[in-house]
């Protein structure tokens, strides 16, 4: 069998919701999917054991965090991203893109490449496309990424078509740099807020998509109703026969919208990121652990989850674990919104299956938007 392969199960009759199978060097991937997000290559707070037992599936790390620190170098004579993290499923890395990008006042951009400051002590430093890929064959993942430029939500026509255009001359020097047969080099759809700039660059990515492509540049402050017209106009030119990914979404309607607008794969920081400051997601909303409410609420964070959190602490302890500002909270919360997307995934590839993907979202959003 090839390196990458991708194999459509069931198209949903009714949506066109996609469930299928992503075959990696490292394992096989059920889609549509949510790639908690590694950071630093750890998830904050959780073993690689625990994100087993949780069921996920697949990791994402960063590109330009790990080229600054530990260095790319380090990782790669550890033997890799997966043997340095102990990791042995499948990985993606980012290009480091979007984070070079945020540096607003830290960056110069320029058609060879970005020039930036270092967050970390200010020192200066350039990445090229060649130079990215060159990081990410240190890094050794399964999936890396091209080196895009994401244009910021509300820029004008004429600079989002030149970003574009950027990206994808930056795509071809990606594409001749990547040398490494057990990765896949995903392309990044941009174009902004544009329409016709969207469907332009769908058209000009797909040309160089072997096994995956990427949406880029969305849930960057849009509306959200914005962000789905993105996607139903860059649906029909995005290759049926690979998966395709939404990257940067993690809420669960945005989730389940872009699961119905023939998404596979999806990732974010926000269940951890909330998980620290005292907030879950449950079957039936939001909760906010830290409230005065729960300080006598011995029941479960949710009632409908069997993770590990849900099955031995109750809403009372957990405040009091985030009041004491415990690492244990950060932990126990994490492992609860990461086992709620994968659930909330989980069920839509088995409603997909069975036809009833539009049902499943509806019934998903009277409960957890109690609407």
Request: aromatic fraction near 10%; hydrophobic fraction near 35%.
């Amino acid at each position: 069998m090839k390196q990458f392969s991708y194999e459509l199960l069931h198209v949903d009759k009714h949506t066109g919701a996609r469930t299928g199978i992503f075959h990696t060097p490292h394992g096989d991937i059920e889609t549509p999917i949510f790639m908690p997000v590694g950071t630093a290559a750890t998830v904050k707070s959780l073993l690689p054991s625990t994100l087993k037992e949780m069921g996920t599936q697949i990791l994402l790390s960063n590109t330009y965090h790990l080229y600054l620190r530990p260095g790319s170098d380090i990782v790669r004579e550890a033997g890799g991203l997966h043997k340095f993290m102990n990791w042995d499923k499948p990985i993606l890395t980012d290009s480091g893109g979007f984070q070079v990008f945020s540096l607003s006042d830290m960056r110069k951009i320029s058609d060879d490449g970005v020039t930036f400051s270092s967050h970390v002590d200010g020192s200066k430093h350039v990445f090229t496309p060649e130079k990215v890929m060159e990081i990410q064959h240190d890094l050794g993942s399964d999936i890396m990424m091209a080196f895009d430029e994401c244009s910021t939500y509300g820029c004008d026509k004429r600079y989002a078509r030149g970003a574009m255009e950027r990206t994808h001359r930056w795509l071809d020097r990606c594409a001749k740099a990547h040398t490494n047969g057990k990765q896949m080099l995903f392309p990044i759809v941009q174009g902004n807020m544009f329409e016709d700039l969207r469907v332009q660059s769908a058209k000009f990515v797909s040309q160089y998509a072997e096994c995956g492509i990427a949406v880029g540049g969305l849930s960057v402050g849009e509306p959200a109703v914005v962000m789905y017209n993105m996607l139903d106009v860059v649906r029909p030119y995005l290759p049926e026969n690979m998966p395709h990914y939404l990257m940067g979404v993690g809420t669960p309607d945005y989730i389940l919208e872009g699961i119905e607008r023939g998404i596979d794969m999806f990732d974010c920081v926000l269940p951890t990121r909330i998980a620290r400051n005292g907030t879950a997601m449950t079957s039936k909303g939001k909760v906010v652990v830290r409230n005065a409410k729960y300080k006598r609420d011995f029941s479960p964070l949710d009632e409908e989850c069997d993770c590990y959190c849900c099955k031995n602490f109750s809403k009372a302890y957990l405040r009091h674990l985030v009041n004491c500002n415990e690492i244990l909270a950060a932990e126990l919360l994490s492992i609860h919104n990461i086992t709620f997307l994968l659930k909330l995934v989980e069920g839509a590839r088995q409603a997909i299956k069975e036809d009833r993907f539009a049902d499943y979202k509806q019934q998903f959003y009277q409960k957890y938007y109690h609407k």
